[in-house]
């Protein structure tokens, strides 16, 4: 098993540019989600998913998207990139059990210039 | 509201000697606990968890971590620190209101010393 794959490992983008951050995992879990990591303030909920077609947002959403149209693919949105989006970005995955543990991603590196 | 904190910003210990990295907890109910580690440039990689039952849980990399409720902590302690220890180091609780989602704590970046 590959896990939780993202691609791209690194990006630079301009302001006011898109993209999207591809995550997959071939574990079968039914939740996945997109956190956030800036220096010293731990991760963030962006967006996450409990199954395929259903997405709820988390603790800081605003600026991005999400979409999950089958189980092993979650992508993130960016579409109007801004100096705040900055961040490392990580995808997890887990089973639909409370207390389930999260499996990680490598994470995504990106910064909007 | 529910949170975790982990009240250093770096631990620093020589090899060979105990490690202790802090985390408390502020939940409603029977919390569930969390540690992961993170090394440079990589995702986090999960190495213990409480839900119930013994105080002390056992994880990955010969790590441990003891419930304590009437302190609402959850400090994870190596008996004999490695160099290959360095890393960051995450606690997290699961959120109330279903769906697993977590909250972590900021982190703390342990660096051992030869």
């Known amino acids: 098993n590959a896990g939780v794959t993202q691609t791209p490992k690194f990006r630079i983008l301009k302001i006011g540019q898109s993209m999207t951050l591809q995550c997959t995992q071939d574990?079968?879990?039914?939740?996945m989600y997109w956190y956030r990591q800036d220096p010293g303030m731990g991760l963030k909920l962006i967006y996450y998913?409990?199954?395929?077609?259903?997405?709820d947002k988390g603790e800081v959403p605003n600026g991005y998207n999400v979409s999950r149209s089958t189980t092993e693919d979650f992508p993130l949105r960016l579409e109007l990139a801004a100096p705040s989006q900055t961040s490392v970005y990580f995808c997890?995955?887990?089973?639909?059990?409370?207390?389930?543990?999260?499996?990680f991603g490598p994470g995504t590196r990106l910064t909007v210039l | 509201a529910q949170s975790v904190a982990q009240p250093e910003d770096q631990v620093n210990v020589a090899e060979g000697n105990p490690l202790t990295v802090k985390c408390t907890y502020s939940?409603?109910?029977?919390?569930?606990l969390f540690w992961y580690v993170q090394y440079p440039n990589r995702g986090l990689q999960f190495l213990l968890k409480?839900?119930?039952?013994?105080?002390l849980v056992k994880g990955s990399y010969g790590f441990e971590a003891e419930f304590n409720k009437s302190q609402t902590s959850f400090h994870l302690k190596k008996p004999s620190a490695l160099v290959s220890d360095s890393a960051l180091y995450f606690c997290?609780?699961?959120?109330?209101?279903?769906?697993?989602?977590?909250?972590f704590g900021a982190g703390t970046r342990l660096a051992v010393h030869p």
């Open positions: 409480y839900i119930t039952g013994d105080n």
């Open positions: 998913s409990v199954g395929a077609g259903i997405t």
């Open positions: 997290a609780v699961r959120e109330l209101g279903g769906y697993n989602k977590l909250i």
């Open positions: 939940v409603s109910g029977n919390p569930y």
């Open positions: 574990m079968n879990h039914n939740y």
């Open positions: 997890a995955s887990s089973r639909t059990g409370e207390g389930d543990t999260q499996y």
